[in-house]
C-alpha cells in the first residue's frame, strides 16, 4: 500500500478550512494533514484542534524552514500570493495543489509552471468543476462528434450575485492591486476553465467591460467577452455578479445538433442530416425537411467533489504520473489568458490575439494598479 501523501495548507479562509476540515475527517484517501501556516491567535487555536495534531506554523518562513514535515503543499491564499509561495514550495522539492487561479496574471501562472516543470514534481490545481457530470457529458458529446462541427457557442452566467458586504469582506478583494481584476480574476476561473477544457482557446478575443458597473470599484464586475476561432467558430461568453436572478445558460450550436444546459438540465438536439449539407442542396426555403430529435437529461444536486479531487492529486503524487491529474496546474494559464486578454482588450478598446503576450499585460495592468492607487479605491 502506498504510504500517505503529508500535506502543509496555507490560508486558512473559507475555503482553507473546509478542505482542513475534509482532509482531517478522513475523507480524502491516502491524504494527511501534517501542517498548518496560521497567523492569527484564534486561527492558531483552531488549527491545534484538528484531528491528528497538525503542526501549527506561525509563517510561511517557519514552514518552509521545516520541509521534513509535509510532501506537499496546498496554496489557498489570495491570488497574487500563489506564485512565490508555489515557487518556494517547489524549490524545495514539495509538490503542489493550487486553490484558482493560479495567480492574477499569465506571467505568474507561467511562472508557476516553469518552476513544476524544473523541479520535476506534481502540480495540481483545484478546477473541481470539470468532474460536474454535466460538464463531462457536454465533453463526451463534443468529443464524440455528435454535434459535428461546432459554428456557435454562447455562455452566460449571472450565478454569483455579490453585495457591496461581500466585496468588502477582504482588504484584498475587488481590487487591481489586491485581488489582481474583479469578476473575472475571481468567479470567472472557474467557468472560464471548463470553457477551455470543453473548447479550447480561441484566436482573438474582444472583450466589453463597463468596470465598476454595479459598485464603486475600478474593477469589473460584468464582462462580455466575444472569441473568434478557428473555421469560423464565433463565441459570446457573458459573466456578471450583479444581477439578481440565477441564471447558468450554455448553448453550443454544431452542424449535426446543438445542446442547451439550463443550470442542470441538458437538452440535446440531433438534426437528421448535417445542417450544412441541407443548406447548400435542400430543394426548399427553410428548414421544412430537416427532422430533430430531442433528449432531455436532469442532473441532480450533489455534493461538490473536492474529496474526489483531493485524493486524484494524492495518487498523482503516489504514482509520480501526472498525466492523470484531472486538472495539471499548466492548464491554469489558460483561464487567465482569457482573463488578462479580456482586460487588455478592455483597456485598450481593440480585440487581441492570442496568446497575449505577458510582458505587455503586465505593463498595462501595473498602469490600473497605479491609477487605483492614486485613486484612493
Same mark, same amino acid.
Given at each position: 500500500?502506498?504510504?500517505?501523501?503529508?500535506?502543509?495548507?496555507?490560508?486558512? &479562509?473559507?475555503?482553507?478550512?473546509?478542505?482542513? #476540515?475534509?482532509?482531517?475527517?478522513?475523507?480524502?484517501?491516502?491524504?494527511?494533514?501534517?501542517?498548518?501556516?496560521?497567523?492569527?491567535?484564534?486561527?492558531?487555536?483552531?488549527?491545534?484542534?484538528?484531528?491528528?495534531?497538525?503542526?501549527?506554523?506561525?509563517?510561511?518562513?517557519?514552514?518552509?524552514?521545516?520541509?521534513?514535515?509535509?510532501?506537499?503543499?496546498?496554496?489557498?491564499?489570495?491570488?497574487?500570493?500563489?506564485?512565490?509561495?508555489?515557487?518556494?514550495?517547489? $524549490?524545495?522539492?514539495?509538490?503542489?495543489?493550487?486553490?484558482? =487561479?493560479?495567480?492574477?496574471?499569465?506571467?505568474?501562472?507561467?511562472?508557476?509552471?516553469?518552476?513544476?516543470?524544473?523541479?520535476?514534481?506534481?502540480?495540481?490545481?483545484?478546477?473541481?468543476?470539470?468532474?460536474?457530470?454535466?460538464?463531462? $457529458?457536454?465533453?463526451?458529446?463534443?468529443?464524440?462528434?455528435?454535434?459535428?462541427?461546432?459554428?456557435?457557442?454562447?455562455?452566460? @452566467?449571472?450565478?454569483?450575485?455579490?453585495?457591496?458586504?461581500?466585496?468588502?469582506?477582504?482588504?484584498?478583494?475587488?481590487?487591481?492591486?489586491?485581488?489582481?481584476?474583479?469578476?473575472?480574476?475571481?468567479?470567472?476561473?472557474?467557468?472560464?476553465?471548463?470553457?477551455?477544457?470543453?473548447?479550447?482557446? =480561441?484566436?482573438?478575443?474582444?472583450?466589453?467591460?463597463?468596470?465598476?458597473?454595479?459598485?464603486?470599484?475600478?474593477?469589473?464586475?460584468?464582462?462580455?467577452?466575444?472569441?473568434?476561432?478557428?473555421?469560423?467558430?464565433?463565441?459570446?461568453?457573458?459573466?456578471?455578479? &450583479?444581477?439578481?436572478?440565477?441564471?447558468?445558460?450554455? #448553448?453550443?450550436?454544431?452542424?449535426?445538433?446543438?445542446?442547451?444546459?439550463?443550470?442542470?438540465?441538458?437538452?440535446?438536439?440531433?438534426?437528421?442530416?448535417?445542417?450544412?449539407?441541407?443548406?447548400?442542396?435542400?430543394?426548399?426555403? *427553410?428548414?421544412?425537411?430537416?427532422?430533430? #430529435?430531442?433528449?432531455?437529461?436532469?442532473?441532480?444536486?450533489?455534493?461538490?467533489?473536492? =474529496?474526489?479531487?483531493?485524493?486524484?492529486?494524492?495518487?498523482?503524487?503516489?504514482? &509520480? @504520473?501526472?498525466?492523470?491529474?484531472?486538472?495539471?496546474?499548466?492548464?491554469?494559464? @489558460?483561464?487567465?489568458?482569457?482573463?488578462?486578454?479580456?482586460?487588455?482588450?478592455?483597456?485598450?478598446?481593440?480585440?487581441? $490575439?492570442? =496568446?497575449?503576450?505577458?510582458?505587455?499585460?503586465?505593463?498595462?495592468?501595473?498602469? $490600473?494598479?497605479?491609477?487605483? *492607487?492614486? @485613486?484612493?479605491?
Amino acid at each position: 500500500m502506498a504510504e500517505k501523501v503529508r500535506v502543509a495548507l496555507i490560508g486558512v &479562509g473559507v475555503m482553507g478550512k473546509k478542505y482542513a #476540515e475534509m482532509i482531517c475527517a478522513g475523507k480524502v484517501q491516502d491524504m494527511q494533514l501534517t501542517a498548518v501556516v496560521c497567523r492569527r491567535p484564534e486561527m492558531q487555536e483552531w488549527a491545534e484542534s484538528l484531528a491528528g495534531s497538525p503542526a501549527v506554523y506561525k509563517s510561511t518562513d517557519e514552514l518552509f524552514g521545516n520541509p521534513q514535515e509535509y510532501d506537499a503543499v496546498l496554496i489557498v491564499t489570495p491570488h497574487k500570493t500563489h506564485e512565490q509561495l508555489a515557487v518556494q514550495a517547489f $524549490k524545495l522539492g514539495k509538490h503542489v495543489l493550487c486553490d484558482k =487561479p493560479a495567480g492574477a496574471a499569465i506571467s505568474q501562472a507561467q511562472a508557476m509552471s516553469a518552476a513544476a516543470r524544473e523541479a520535476d514534481k506534481i502540480y495540481g490545481m483545484i478546477f473541481h468543476q470539470r468532474l460536474y457530470p454535466k460538464y463531462q $457529458k457536454i465533453k463526451e458529446i463534443i468529443r464524440n462528434g455528435e454535434l459535428g462541427d461546432l459554428s456557435r457557442i454562447m455562455l452566460v @452566467n449571472t450565478r454569483y450575485f455579490r453585495t457591496a458586504y461581500y466585496h468588502a469582506s477582504g482588504s484584498w478583494r475587488s481590487s487591481w492591486n489586491g485581488e489582481g481584476g474583479g469578476a473575472l480574476i475571481n468567479q470567472g476561473q472557474h467557468i472560464l476553465d471548463i470553457w477551455q477544457w470543453l473548447f479550447g482557446m =480561441p484566436e482573438k478575443i474582444y472583450a466589453d467591460i463597463p468596470f465598476g458597473k454595479y459598485n464603486d470599484f475600478m474593477v469589473d464586475d460584468e464582462a462580455t467577452i466575444h472569441m473568434q476561432y478557428a473555421n469560423n467558430l464565433t463565441a459570446v461568453f457573458m459573466l456578471t455578479t &450583479g444581477e439578481a436572478i440565477w441564471q447558468e445558460r450554455l #448553448e453550443v450550436t454544431g452542424t449535426k445538433g446543438k445542446l442547451l444546459l439550463d443550470d442542470d438540465t441538458l437538452h440535446v438536439w440531433h438534426y437528421s442530416q448535417d445542417s450544412t449539407d441541407y443548406i447548400r442542396t435542400e430543394q426548399v426555403t *427553410s428548414r421544412d425537411n430537416l427532422e430533430t #430529435e430531442e433528449t432531455v437529461m436532469m442532473f441532480g444536486k450533489a455534493e461538490e467533489p473536492y =474529496p474526489q479531487m483531493l485524493h486524484n492529486f494524492v495518487q498523482a503524487v503516489q504514482s &509520480g @504520473n501526472r498525466k492523470i491529474l484531472i486538472a495539471d496546474g499548466e492548464d491554469a494559464v @489558460n483561464p487567465l489568458m482569457l482573463t488578462n486578454a479580456a482586460y487588455y482588450s478592455a483597456w485598450k478598446g481593440e480585440a487581441v $490575439k492570442l =496568446p497575449l503576450s505577458a510582458e505587455a499585460y503586465d505593463a498595462a495592468y501595473q498602469e $490600473k494598479c497605479a491609477e487605483e *492607487s492614486r @485613486n484612493g479605491k
